[in-house]
């Protein structure tokens, strides 16, 4: 078992920056490829950014593609998701989640509670 915690969420303006943390514990992470999801209100929760276990391969919903990037400190256990450039309608429940198997996109064996992000325009 895999328990995922997020953490740096918030109120921020249009243009800000925040950093979202993913810290792990049960296991390692390091063999772990890891996800960030987002869930607006009243829309389903959708893939924003995953790494492979090594960190060498990403991938980025279009939308997020050169504002955000995820990276991880396997010797710390945890994965990052640095967002600037935020707007309004990044607005949304971001979620962590690990897979051991699969694309990067679905299959997540194993969710955190999520960390709330507010962008006022």
């Known amino acids: 078992q895999v328990q995922l915690v997020e953490s740096g969420g918030g109120l921020v303006q249009a243009g800000d920056s925040l950093r979202l943390s993913c810290a792990a514990s049960g296991r390692t992470i390091s063999t772990y490829s890891v996800g960030w999801f987002r869930q607006a209100p009243g829309k389903e929760r959708e893939f924003v950014a995953g790494?492979?276990?090594?960190?060498?391969?990403?991938d980025y919903k279009d939308s997020v593609k050169g504002r955000f990037t995820i990276s991880r400190d396997n010797a710390k256990n945890t994965v990052y998701l640095q967002m600037n450039s935020l707007k309004p309608e990044d607005t949304a429940v971001y979620y962590c989640?690990?897979?051991?198997?699969?694309?990067?996109?679905?299959?997540?064996?194993?969710w955190g509670q999520g960390t709330r992000v507010t962008v006022s325009s």
């Open positions: 790494i492979k276990p090594s960190g060498g391969t990403t």
């Open positions: 989640a690990a897979l051991s198997i699969g694309t990067l996109r679905s299959g997540y064996q194993y």
